[in-house]
């Protein structure tokens, strides 16, 4: 005969849920609760930051950035931690070994 499980914080409901399956199609409801609760942030410095961050980055000059380009830039440059992580020849080459055309014009990185 199997325990009750004890829930004592949200962490508990969270390990739960992703312990079994079962559980996640059975409350579908809680499962998207729970994702929407996990993405707030707890306090609003991340927005303002981010934020300020989008105002320097929309100057003058790039101003015809369009939206998705733009979101792109911001995104990297709110996490520029983990962009200083990127092994930038190893991107570089997989982008060139994608295409032909590109393998014609551009060499390796080594």
Known sequence: MELSPSVTCMNDVVNMLMEKTEWRKLFPELVKLLQLFLTIPVTTCTAERTFSSLRRLKTYLRSTLTQKRLNH??????????????NLKKICNAFV??????????????
Do not use: G, P
């Open 97 to 110: 070994e994608r295409n032909s055309m590109r393998q014609s014009t551009f060499a390796l990185f080594k």
């Open 73 to 86: 830039v911001a995104v990297l440059h709110c996490h520029r931690d983990r962009c200083e992580q990127l």
